[in-house]
Every structure is written in C-alpha cells, then in structure tokens.
C-alpha cells in the first residue's frame, strides 16, 4: 500500500520527511503550499483514486506557536525584536503563500483533506507512532533523525514565559487546533519530550 505523509508546517515535518526516504511508495506532500493547489492536490487526488494510506503531525499549540513565531523572525518575515504578543497582531496573510502555511491553524491548512488522514500523529509520541507504522506497513526501521530540533524536543520553561495574557492569545488563535487534534488547554501539561 503507498503511504501519503501531508506534511505540515512546524510538526517534525523534516524529521518525517527524511524517515521516509526515497522509497517509491512512500509520498510526501509539500508544506510551503496549500494542499488544494497545485502539485499537492495533483498528488492528492492521485491518492484519493488509488487509495493510498494518509497520515500527518501535529503539535500542541504552546509549543508550535513558540515555533511559529521563532521561524518568523529567522525567515525575515518579522523584525528580529518582535514580541510574541506583536506576533499574534501581525497580519502573516500579505506576505506569502508559504508565509501563510506556517503560520496559520494546522485544521486550516488540513481542511480540504482532513476527512481523508486515517493517522493523525502527534509529535510528543512521534517516535513512537513511526516505529508503529513500520511495523503495520512492513517498512523497514529506519533512522529517526530529529532535523530542525526544536523546543518540544528541550526543556523549554513553558510555564515560565506563558504568562496569562499569552496562554489566551495562543488559546484564542489555536482553539479549533486543541479542539480538533485533543491537546490539554492547560499549559501545565505539555509533554517535554
């Protein structure tokens, strides 16, 4: 059976990108675009037809939003001095296709196609889940390589900087991502890794 992995923005997506190799039935959707336009639905709906197995990551909100605003600033889409607060103001929407696919919802970009994801994996159990898929897909294990580490991987004080003001931003911009994907709106209980 192929395997679809629709990679998304901010959630380990290289580190799944590489475990997948160069295998021809293993396919890789690309995160700098929508997944409703070009070369990604052209993929996707090629999957849809021959009925290939969809799989993703996520991430708890907390940590990706500390992502996201991070990966900003070393993108040159944001001034290096803006605050996490000022991110939450910043209109990511008048820059770019793939400004916009790492910075908006992750139930946003997966909209169009989220019915079709059999596997949802969330990355505080990704090793986990990879070393599970290799063994109901007879996949070979394969290197698990931690690209872009990131700080769900360190021990980032979460509870330290989420002050009040920013636990409700990040629960207000990301309420639909806790919804959807049942991460804990309480920051006390992100995973450290």
């Known amino acids: 059976m192929s395997l679809l992995y629709v990679r ?6 290289s580190t799944v990108n590489d475990w997948m190799g160069r295998d021809y ?3 890789v959707t690309h995160n700098i675009k929508f997944l409703n336009h070009g070369s990604n639905e052209k993929l996707i709906r ?22 996201q605003w991070q990966e900003s600033i070393k993108s040159l889409w944001l001034n290096k001095d803006t605050s996490f607060e000022e991110y939450f103001d910043w209109n990511y929407l008048k820059i770019n296709e793939h400004c916009h696919t790492h910075n908006c919802t992750l139930t946003e970009y997966l909209k169009p ?6 596997r949802i994996i969330k ?4 090793d986990n889940e990879l070393r599970t898929m290799e063994q109901e897909f007879n996949i070979s294990e394969r ?8 700080n769900y ?13 920013r636990i409700e931003l990040v629960l207000d911009k ?20």
């Open 123 to 126: 990355i505080e159990n990704l």
């Open 8 to 13: 998304t923005a901010k959630t380990a997506s």
């Open 113 to 118: 196609y989220l019915g079709d994801i059999k």
């Open 153 to 165: 991987r360190t021990r980032f004080d979460y509870q330290s900087f989420y002050t009040d003001k």
């Open 25 to 27: 039935s293993l396919n």
């Open 174 to 193: 990301y309420s639909i991502d806790f919804d959807t994907f049942q991460y804990s709106k309480n920051v006390v209980d992100i995973l450290y890794g």
């Open 143 to 150: 290197r698990i390589g931690f690209f872009n580490k990131a």
């Open 46 to 67: 090629r999957a849809i037809e021959e009925g290939w197995y969809f799989f993703t990551t996520v991430r708890n909100p907390f940590t990706r939003a500390i992502s």
